[in-house]
T-cell receptor
Framework: NAGVMQNPRHLVRRRGQEARLRCSPM?????VYWYRQLPEEGLKFMVY????????ESGMPKERFSAEFPKEGPSILRIQQVVRGDSAAYFC????????????FGSGTQLSVL | TQLLEQSPQFLSIQEGENLTVYCNSS?????LQWYRQEPGEGPVLLVT?????EVKKLKRLTFQFGDARKDSSLHITAAQPGDTGLYLC?????????????FGKGTSLLVTP
């Protein structure tokens, strides 16, 4: 069973560019969570999605950030017009059902904004 | 959002030593999870504790949940270099939308041979 797959592992963008981070959940999992880890800080919840639905986006910045989980294909976290403060490790986690406390995390995407 | 304090922030010990790291909350935990995160990787769940006073063991790791469910500790016996990593505690905040984990900043452990 493949685990949670994230790509790319490393992404370098210049200020003002767009960043697209992809996450394929574990087989059989239809619930996806995105977290951000900044240096010297803990993991911060961003958004929780189910197929074709955003369930909880209370941790998402109001501007420039969006997420989707289409019926087919991976979940995408999109950051428009990146700034240096967006540099961080972005982790995706998945679970098979709502209310399942056990989350499986991917290896993350390290975003560096020059 | 519930504030989770982990201590110590950094810990460097030699192989074979014992250690304890702590996680404290400003309010009662719903339930608490401990994770280990290795450099360049995502967190991996070690244990979930739910009941006040609960003790769980995972090989050389012993997890305790405080009676009042506001604190927890992780004790490692005879640490090995493979135990090196960032140890995170997380409160499982459940809303009507599902689980969103609230993490502490972690304890960074280095075990040297």
């Amino acid at each position: 069973n493949a685990g949670v797959m994230q790509n790319p592992r490393h992404l370098v963008r210049r200020r003002g560019q767009e960043a697209r981070l992809r996450c394929s959940p574990m087989k059989g999992h239809s619930h996806v969570y995105w977290y951000r880890q900044l240096p010297e800080e803990g993991l911060k919840f961003m958004v929780y999605l189910q197929k074709e639905n955003i369930i909880d986006e209370s941790g998402m910045p109001k501007e420039r950030f969006s997420a989707e989980f289409p019926k087919e294909g991976p979940s995408i976290l999109r950051i428009q017009q990146v700034v240096r403060g967006d540099s961080a490790a972005y982790f995706c986690a998945s679970s098979p059902r709502r209310g399942d406390e056990k989350l499986f995390f991917g290896s993350g995407t390290q975003l560096s904004v020059l | 959002t519930q504030l989770l304090e982990q201590s110590p922030q950094f810990l460097s010990i030699q192989e074979g030593e014992n250690l304890t790291v702590y996680c404290n909350s400003s309010s009662v935990f719903s339930s608490l999870q401990w994770y280990r995160q290795e450099p360049g990787e995502g967190p991996v769940l070690l244990v979930t504790v739910v009941t006040g006073g609960e003790v769980k063991k995972l090989k050389r790791l012993t997890f305790q949940f405080g009676d009042a469910r506001k604190d927890s500790s992780l004790h490692i016996t005879a640490a090995q270099p493979g135990d090196t990593g960032l140890y995170l505690c997380a409160d499982t905040r459940y809303s009507n939308s599902g689980y969103a984990l609230n993490f502490g900043k972690g304890t960074s452990l280095l075990v040297t041979p």
